[in-house]
């Protein structure tokens, strides 16, 4: 008799046909310091978060960001959340955000790349009032999981994370809004192709 669930190469049993969303959102919050900063001009933030300043500690095992190599161990571990780093700086760059999932999970770390934001665009002032913000939403799939680990997760009740130190600048994700975002970017990108393809057809 077929239950749904089937033993990986690992000896995992999985659940067949199912997928598990976890939906985050990785960003940085950056404060410029005045006129009178000096050379570090700005304080900022790097974080990850639940989609909806959910707890996603139940999920997460541990957050690593690496930032620029020039700072002082660049290779930050955050073990509980709020997952967030707080540093000073001058300049813009790539940062790496990688996610472990708990053991039981038996998933591969995650990792999502987020550039800094120091400043606005060029036609907007700097201020000291609020600070530069710079959001993407990620929708993270665990493709047929664990069994065990997928009703621990149904079972956990959801509760509010801790609040980021840049909390009330944060957005609200919905996460329909922005699949059907998604969904409208794949289908531009669909006709983009499909008329190259015409074109391309048409020339030979």
Known sequence: MDDGTFIDEQGNRRLRDTEF??????????????????DVTHRWTVYLRGANNQDIS???????????????N???????????VTEQGW??????ITLSFSPDSREKDVSILHRLKLYEDENTPNT?????M???????????????FYRRIAATPPRPAPP????????????????????????????????????FEGAR
């Open 164 to 199: 980021l130190s840049c909390q009330p600048y944060t957005s609200q994700h919905e996460e329909r809004a922005e699949a059907e975002k998604l969904k409208e970017c794949r289908a531009r990108v669909a006709a983009m192709v499909a008329e190259v393809r015409k074109d």
């Open 128 to 132: 000291t009032k609020k600070p530069v």
């Open 91 to 96: 300049g813009e760059f790539d940062i790496n």
């Open 134 to 148: 710079s959001e993407i939403y990620e929708e993270l799939v665990f493709s047929e999981p664990v069994e065990a």
């Open 58 to 72: 139940h999920l997460v095992h541990k957050v690593t960001f690496e930032l620029h190599h020039t700072f002082p």
């Open 74 to 84: 660049p290779h930050r571990v955050v073990l509980q959340p709020p997952y967030e």
């Open 21 to 38: 969303i976890l939906p985050v959102v990785v960003g940085t919050c950056a404060w410029w310091l005045g006129k009178k900063a000096g």
